[in-house]
């Protein structure tokens, strides 16, 4: 397949392929890709843990199988994740800062005109590695999880998608057994879909806290404890049933909970791991997501590089595994499926490529259609067409 890319994209072949898990698809099977506009946060400096190469934040226009357009802006350090606003007109990002760039992480407001990306203010995060921002349904508040500090901030957000100061910061406290556990760790703070409750999953402590969303405090009204040296990391409800899902970095499981949507309570109902049963080599989990149906859900291995794929059982919120599936990259992080429930798509940060797939909807596995090349990309969202 011959596409026709911007001069900072590539088609590449590819080159990284897990035989257990691929089987090359015949020219009938081979899908479209459904037409799309993606922004991809990515990393544009060297860390400890990422040699950045990108150039800010992209825009992908994708219309029946060639990429038509591309946007870059490059007035941010690092947006390592984002966010859209409930109209897909604005798009917010985390500027993930250490102490020898500035004093405070970032997080960032900027307005879509046509293919450009306009800046329209930035708040601090108060703290350091900001790495997840999220939107409340409404529009009218934004919530920062910050890596480093412990720290977590809530800003109300005007009309105009100006981000207003931030109307309460609050510094959480906890450790696990794990290295890295040394101290908490917010990496995400995720909105209930009815709007009422953020989860903050907390790696550093094993816990995952509800907060009360709207408001301008942080008001704890319950926790989930997750086994020792789990390491939560992202969180995802499922779209029809009262069911949510927490992917555990550290040790490449997925947690259950039943989802109590009149208190936030979190209980636990099982673990899955998300590799399988022979790999004992290095991976960590990163994100996860369900299809649009709630039939499938699916996790991202960093090592394994590979999505886990798990049916999804409403009555009693278990998971089957449907298989694993090599991202044909290395270190995927973030993913995203389009609201149409047919293509996924996957951002391989150490081998810089974005890489397409077809979701079976009758058994859940994946088919791999195309690739290109995009600098440490990081953070994948569809913006519905």
């Known amino acids: 397949m011959k596409i026709r890319l911007p001069l900072f994209l590539v088609f590449i072949s590819p080159v990284f392929l897990m035989t257990s898990c691929y089987e090359p698809p ?4 081979s899908a479209m890709m459904e037409e799309a506009e993606v922004w991809v946060g990515t990393y544009t400096r060297k860390e400890g843990h990422v040699d950045g190469k990108a150039a800010g934040i992209y825009r992908l226009q994708f219309k029946e199988d060639s990429l038509l357009s591309s946007h870059t802006t490059e007035d941010i350090v690092n ?9 897909g007109g604005r798009v917010y990002a985390v500027s993930e800062l250490g102490p020898d760039v500035d004093t405070t992480g970032y997080v960032y407001s900027y307005q879509q005109e046509g293919e450009k990306l306009m800046l329209i203010n930035r708040q601090p995060t108060f703290s350091f590695a900001p790495c997840y921002v999220s939107v409340h349904p409404n529009g009218e508040w934004l919530y920062v999880a910050n890596y480093v500090g412990g720290m977590i901030a809530r800003y109300p957000v005007a009309k105009n998608g100006q981000i207003k100061a931030a109307t309460d910061t609050l510094r959480l406290v906890g450790q696990g057994p794990n290295e890295r556990q040394e101290s908490s760790h917010p990496h995400s703070a995720t909105v209930s879909p009815d709007g009422y409750w953020v989860m903050v999953a907390d790696l550093g402590a094993d816990q995952v806290h509800t907060f009360r969303a709207e408001g301008p ?6 926790t989930a404890e997750v086994p020792g040296g789990s ?8 779209p029809r049933a009262p069911y949510a899902y927490v992917l555990n970095e550290l040790n490449n499981t997925v947690t259950g909970f039943h989802y109590n949507a009149e208190n936030g309570a979190l209980n636990i109902i099982d673990h899955w791991s998300t590799l399988p049963d022979d790999f004992k080599d290095f991976s960590l989990g990163a994100d996860l997501h369900f299809s649009p149906d709630g039939e499938y859900l699916y996790a991202s291995n960093r090592g394994h590089d590979s999505l886990a794929g798990f049916r999804v059982d409403t009555r009693d919120g278990s998971l089957e595994s449907v298989g694993y599936f090599s991202t044909r990259g290395t270190f995927p992080r973030n993913f995203a499926i389009h609201p149409g429930g047919k293509t996924l798509l996957v951002a391989n940060q150490n081998s810089d490529n974005v890489v397409q797939f077809t979701i079976d909807t009758k058994n859940g596995k994946l088919r791999y259609e195309q690739e290109w090349e995009v600098k440490t990309p990081v953070c994948l969202q569809f913006a519905e067409k």
């Open 231 to 238: 390491g939560p990391r992202h969180l995802a409800f499922h």
């Open 26 to 29: 015949s020219d009938q099977q």
């Open 79 to 87: 947006p390592s994740f984002l966010c859209l606003s409930p109209d």
């Open 217 to 222: 405090s942080w008001e704890l009204v319950a």
